[in-house]
């Protein structure tokens, strides 16, 4: 196994070399030429010359040459130590307080001051990142808490009705049977409820498969499906279909319309309508599903693309419906732009890339 070496060492190492070449730079620049200059004067010397007072001789010179390059490894390495460990000291500082973070600590910030440089920008970084995550684990935490909240509630339920079935013991068939069917009926949402749930984590995981698709003809495929339903409460499906081709998973896409029908429906009002437009705008493909309904506060328009976020909390639905948009888009890399309608509702519009994807 290689031995560790710290990046102080390495560092101060760097920084003694490159002093210690300094220095040997010098003495050879310095020495050199006193060589070369007493090689070309003759061994009686000039006739001009007299007798000087004592100076250093060149003997000396190179042994003093010598013994201060000796000395100046000590002192190379001293200040490369330092040097490294000054300029080190802001990234021990990291270190420590993102482990301290990585322990749990998620509120806790780098919050570098000046000067302003390369360590600085990395601990601003961390921070950006520190923060996002800990808003991810917060919605996550919020997430599970309302996804357990919402598969308890039918669970109780159902104990609940099979509990007081079983008590009574003058229960004939009938009531054995009715109890059966409203059984079924929480067995059914909490079906919806747990396909619900899977949808919006696949649509978090990502895109893995980048087709080409006409919205046009997956909105078609869409509403064809929900007629029925739509006739039943009252509401007219109203469309404009013009050819949109964009790029992404057709199940997802499929997914998004879907949800964004459905929501338009369930929170209407009989004699309501529902708009759906696909039209194509420069390079984007783009779907509009405007519906009547409820007013909607123009502040609570971004809350309810939320999980388990509604307007009321004896609203219709699970509150999935518009998150699972929301996660749609943000894996398509696609625009989504809602607003409140001024007479009731909401108009919500998605942007595609036209372009294929590899």
Known sequence: ??????????????????????????????????????????????????????????????????????????????????????????????????????????????????????????????????????????AQRHFVANASHELRTPLAGLRTLLEVALADPDADAAALRSACQEALALGEHQERLVEALLTLATSERGVTRWDTLDLAQVAAHVLAARRGQAAEQGIDLAEALGPAVAAGDPRLIESLIANLVDNAVRHNHPGGQ???????????????????????????????????????????GYGLGLAIVNAVAQAHHAGLTAAARPGGGLSITVQFGAARRS
């Open 1 to 138: 196994m290689t031995p560790r070496r710290s990046l102080q060492t390495r560092l101060a190492l760097a920084y003694a070399a490159g002093i210690y070449a300094a220095g040997v730079l010098v003495v050879v620049l310095v020495d050199v030429p006193l060589v070369s200059v007493h090689a070309a004067i003759p061994a009686g010397g000039p006739s001009s010359s007299t007798a000087a007072g004592p100076g250093i001789g060149l003997p000396q010179l190179l042994i003093g040459s010598a013994v201060a390059l000796a000395v100046l490894i000590p002192i190379a390495l001293a200040l490369g130590w330092y040097v490294a460990g000054r300029f080190l000291h802001p990234l021990r500082a990291i270190t420590a307080t993102a482990q301290i973070i990585s322990a749990g600590d998620l509120h806790r910030r780098l919050d570098l001051g000046a000067p302003t440089d390369e360590l600085t920008e990395l601990g601003h970084t961390l921070d950006d990142l520190f923060a996002r995550l800990e808003a991810s684990f917060d």
């Open 274 to 316: 529902v708009e759906i437009t696909t039209r194509t705008s420069g390079a984007q493909a783009v779907l509009t599903v405007a519906n009547t309904g409820p007013v909607v506060p123009a502040g609570q328009v971004r809350r309810l693309f939320h999980p388990f976020q509604k307007l009321a909390p004896d609203r219709k």
